[in-house]
């Protein structure tokens, strides 16, 4: 017989600021673990000193690049353990239309103190500096990885053999950038929880963890999203199902989901880690 479990977690809309309409559906104190320090995620503040657009590609280009790094950034979304990162350019004339930018980044952490100052340079037409784009990405990526460090708790310890592999696929039904955001999330919830996840094409999992999401259209100027989280073996037979339900402001997802993605995922993480544990135990002795 396969072993099912359903694990629900109901999450009331009026107890929830948003736009982390996910963020108080947290791991219970005693299990840290799977709540790792960079969940916080950082906020990137628009660049001071920066024409418009410049100052908004800016921060945004530096919010891809912490994600890049595998640590949740935004240039809105926050919770009360964020990070503040903020920026402040000067610039100098180059000669033959080219602009030298020097960008002094400071990063805070909630309560407010100074935890890092970076610098970073580059030399652009001066038009890219006016009109933004792309060519401003250079600018922080210079710094993202010093940053991202800072806030990433250590490593997880290398996998012991024989370990089961937990391959995260694609989540469906997600507005916006959620399919994508959401297994990415994920799969940081699993890695932090020390559980092994399938990386290569060759690596065989012994878990396939599937997420769909369910959104209502709206009413009222609100709609109700449901995310299901389903634990299978690889032939298919379900092991479990984790699920979240919420009520959200018509259209706030249809962009990026930013730090509401590993809000879901922190939440769901311990129920599926408890899964794998119970599939395990009850699994017949060879």
């Given amino acids: 017989m396969h072993f099912v479990v359903l694990l629900v977690a109901l999450l009331l809309a009026a107890c929830q600021p948003l736009p ?27 660049i001071a000193g920066a024409p418009e657009p410049a100052a908004h590609d800016l921060a945004s280009a530096m919010a891809k690049a912490l994600r890049d790094e595998d640590v949740p950034a935004s240039t809105g ?25 020097t960008l002094a980044w400071e990063m805070r952490d909630a309560g407010g103190a100074v935890i890092s100052r970076q610098t970073a340079s580059v030399t652009l037409p001066d038009t890219i500096w006016h009109k933004g784009g792309a060519g401003l990405a250079e600018l922080a990526g210079q710094s993202a990885g010093t ?4 806030v990433q708790s250590n490593a997880p310890p290398p996998l012991v053999a024989g370990d089961p592999l937990i391959a995260v696929r694609t989540v469906t039904g997600a507005p916006g950038d959620g ?3 959401l ?6 919830a699993l890695r932090r929880a020390k559980l092994a996840l399938a990386e290569t094409p060759s690596d065989q999992p012994s878990f396939v963890l599937q997420g769909r999401v369910e959104i209502s259209k709206p009413a009222a100027g609100r709609q109700q999203i449901k995310i ?26 249809d962009g990026r989901w930013g730090l509401t993605a590993y809000d879901v995922a ?10 794998i544990t119970e599939s395990k135990r009850t699994a017949p002795k060879s």
């Fill in 183 to 188: 297994a990415r999330a994920m799969a940081d």
């Fill in 77 to 101: 979304a926050r919770n009360r353990g964020s990070y503040r990162l903020s920026g402040t350019a000067t610039v100098r004339d180059a000669g033959s239309g080219s602009l030298a930018v």
């Fill in 147 to 150: 940053l991202a460090r800072l």
């Fill in 20 to 46: 982390h309409p996910f963020a108080s559906d947290r791991p219970a104190p005693n299990a840290p673990e799977l709540t790792p320090p960079d969940s916080a995620g950082i906020v990137v503040e628009a």
């Fill in 266 to 275: 922190n939440a769901a993480a311990p129920g599926i880690a408890a899964l």
């Fill in 179 to 181: 399919g994508e955001s």
């Fill in 228 to 253: 299901s989280w389903t634990l299978q073996r690889p032939d298919g037979g379900q092991v479990g199902k984790v699920e979240q339900e919420n009520a959200i402001p018509a259209g706030s997802l």
